[in-house]
């Protein structure tokens, strides 16, 4: 059981390029989430997928896109990449997905970081 | 927007107990996390309090939520030096959606 992974682990790209950044879990979970992670602002919610088939804007939408694949994956694309997207990128997932009445744990991946000169 | 608040840092002499703290301000706050992120690392969760206890234990770490005031606090007795981290408190966004609200994090430094 890997738990969530995340590809590539460090990442630099020039401003304008592209790319897109994995994401699995193999828990079976519903819902997955792209966060960001900049220093002193804690972590801030890029976009969500409560379920397969869905996807969210979160606090930070802007600059990115999203594809949940199918239930395991969910990738994060920078189309056109600033160096205000310099940061550390988090994926995590949780097993219930819009539901009440449990502990919503969720669990990080190892996180990619990203540099954009 | 809700928010959620920390202290940037906290150092402690081993041994010691730490208290790390954090405020809220969603009232409808449903459970509250503690997360650890060791250097490098991704978020490791801790433990976590549903919102109508205001305390909870688990083997050195203290949780305590005060309701009327939006504050938690994370007690860590005896702190070794493996406790050097960063510690993020996050409460869970009432509604469908699920979404957690993370404080900006305190850095916990254990000096020998």
């Known amino acids: 059981n890997a738990g969530v992974t995340q590809t590539p682990k460090f990442q630099v790209l020039k401003t304008g390029q592209s790319m897109t950044l994995q994401c699995a879990q193999d828990?079976?979970?519903?819902?997955m989430y792209w966060y960001r992670q900049d220093p002193g602002m804690g972590l801030r919610l890029i976009y969500y997928?409560?379920?397969?088939?869905?996807?969210d804007k979160g606090e930070v939408p802007n600059g990115y896109n999203v594809s949940r694949l199918n239930k395991r994956e969910f990738s994060l694309r920078l189309e056109s990449a600033a160096p205000s997207q310099t940061s550390v990128y988090f994926c995590?997932?949780?097993?219930?997905?819009?539901?009440?009445?449990?502990?919503?744990?969720?669990?990080f991946g190892p996180g990619t970081r990203l540099t954009v000169t | 927007g809700e928010d959620v608040e920390q202290s940037l840092f906290l150092s402690v002499r081993e041994g010691d107990s730490s208290v790390i703290n954090c405020t809220y301000t969603d009232s409808s706050s449903t459970y509250l996390y503690w997360y650890k992120q060791e250097p490098g690392a991704g978020l490791q969760l801790l433990t976590y309090?549903?919102?109508?206890?205001d305390m909870k234990q688990d083997q050195r770490l203290t949780v305590l939520l005060n309701k009327k005031d939006k504050h938690l606090s994370l007690r860590i007795a005896d702190t070794q030096t493996g406790d050097s981290a960063i510690y993020f408190c996050a409460d869970l966004t009432s509604g469908s959606a699920r979404q957690l609200t993370f404080g900006s994090g305190t850095q916990l430094t254990v000096l020998p």
């Open positions: 828990m079976n979970h519903n819902s």
């Open positions: 309090i549903f919102s109508n206890m």
């Open positions: 997928s409560a379920s397969e088939g869905t996807t």
């Open positions: 995590a997932s949780n097993r219930q997905g819009g539901t009440s009445g449990s502990s919503d744990e969720q669990y």
